[in-house]
T-cell receptor
Framework: GAVVSQHPSWVICKSGTSVKIECRSL??????MFWYRQFPKQSLMLMAT?????????EQGVEKDKFLINHASLTLSTLTVTSAHPEDSSFYIC????????????FGPGTRLTVT | QKEVEQNSGPLSVPEGAIASLNCTYS??????FFWYRQYSGKSPELIMS????GDKEDGRFTAQLNKASQYVSLLIRDSQPSDSATYLC??????????FGAGTTVTVRA
């Protein structure tokens, strides 16, 4: 149990285009999902918290108009990177609160974004 | 701002030895504590969670929590080459947000 998937696993896009990343909880309902970004040799940085049916809460310094988050159902959250630039190239990882414990988070496999 | 600090690595241990990882946190209100393992190029994998003072054992892993000292540790017994990874300490309180340490890279020498 507590399996989280992400799609795509990697994507290359041109500067100025938008990219959508999907995060799904496969065997449980996730009322809360989280989106992280990780640059090489750095730890994970929380970008936003996504609750089903409500607006996402963004961490300080994260542009909400650039990183659009939609949590349309209890098993799906999406992150759209709008007007991507090379500095947005990173490893994007989602997580979901699992059903084995209220505080445990299970991570998706991540999406590696490269903007050329 | 919650701060989570881990002992600096990298940590190199011979196969079969015990690897000891330490973590301290700044927020006394932290209630839940986790150890994640992250292989290079992969996402983190939850290996231990601990909520109350004392020890918690799961296979070759033992987590120790001391809330008075704001200290969490992870012991890996009988280390295997497959344990070579970066280990992330994470804490959270009632807001469910995880605050991560920078990670300690462990290398197990065969």
């Amino acid at each position: 149990g507590a399996v989280v998937s992400q799609h795509p696993s990697w994507v290359i896009c041109k500067s100025g285009t938008s990219v959508k990343i999907e995060c799904r909880s496969l065997d449980f309902q996730a009322t809360t999902m989280f989106w992280y970004r990780q640059f090489p040799k750095q730890s994970l940085m929380l970008m936003a918290t996504s609750n089903e049916g409500s607006k996402a809460t963004y961490e300080q310094g994260v542009e909400k108009d650039k990183f659009l988050i939609n949590h349309a159902s209890l098993t799906l959250s999406t992150l759209t990177v709008t007007s991507a630039h090379p500095e947005d190239s990173s490893f994007y990882i989602c997580s979901a609160r699992g059903n084995r414990g209220p505080y445990e988070q299970y991570f998706g496999p991540g999406t590696r974004l490269t903007v050329t | 701002q919650k701060e989570v600090e881990q002992n600096s690595g990298p940590l190199s241990v011979p196969e079969g030895a015990i690897a000891s990882l330490n973590c301290t946190y700044s927020d006394r209100g932290s209630q839940s504590f986790f150890w994640y393992r992250q292989y290079s190029g992969k996402s983190p994998e939850l290996i231990m969670s601990i909520y109350s003072n004392g020890d918690k054992e799961d296979g070759r892993f033992t987590a120790q929590l001391n809330k008075a000292s704001q200290y969490v540790s992870l012991l890996i017994r009988d280390s295997q080459p497959s344990d070579s990874a970066t280990y992330l300490c994470a804490v959270t309180d009632n807001d469910y947000k995880l605050s991560f340490g920078a990670g300690t890279t462990v290398t197990v020498r065969a």
